[in-house]
Every structure is written in C-alpha cells, then in structure tokens.
C-alpha cells in the first residue's frame, strides 16, 4: 500500500521493499535490497540452471541444490541457459 510517495513492493514472502516512486529502476531498487552480498552468502540471486556449468569465484555459503546456481559469485565455463524467475 502507498504512504505519501513512497511504495512497498513485495517480492514473495520477503520483507518488502520502499521505493520512494522517484525515477529509480524498480530493478535497481529490489537489486540493492535483495541482492546486496553479491558474495555467496544470503542465497538471494539462487538461479535454477538448466543447462551449462559455471565455477565459483569462492566457495558460498548459501545453500543451493544441485540445479541450482549463484550469479552473484560464478562465472560460466560454458554456454548456459537459465529459468526465468
Ligand atoms: S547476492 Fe547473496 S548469494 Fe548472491
């Protein structure tokens, strides 16, 4: 619900998040709250990768499944191809 200019924004069961209706990105806004280790270790970039394989700049910490990657922290060791979130 809006309060005055600002806006909640609600991805899921996550904490929501303010965005204050200025020219900000909504991506740019969810991306500095939801993404802000960018080191492996809260998991919230998890991304199910369906094909491909990447390697870890360092080991993280966040659990992930087997098909499951952290694009905060690899890079790809061949083509890849991700699911849409
Ligand atoms: S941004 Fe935290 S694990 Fe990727």
Redesign the pocket.
């Known amino acids: 619900m809006a309060n005055g200019n600002t806006f909640k924004v609600r991805v899921g069961q996550r904490a929501p998040v303010s965005h204050r209706g200025d020219s900000t990105p909504l991506l740019t806004a969810l991306e500095g709250h939801y993404?802000?280790?960018?080191?492996?270790?809260?998991?919230?970039?998890?991304t199910r990768l369906l094909d491909g394989r990447v390697r870890y700049l360092s080991t993280?910490m966040?659990l992930v499944r087997g098909d499951e990657i952290?694009?905060?922290?690899c890079v790809p060791e061949t083509d890849l191809h991700l699911a849409p979130q």
Request: aromatic content about 6%; charged content about 15%; overall charge positive.
């Open positions: 993404s802000e280790c960018r080191s492996g270790y809260c998991g919230a970039c998890k993280p966040a952290l694009p905060c922290c």
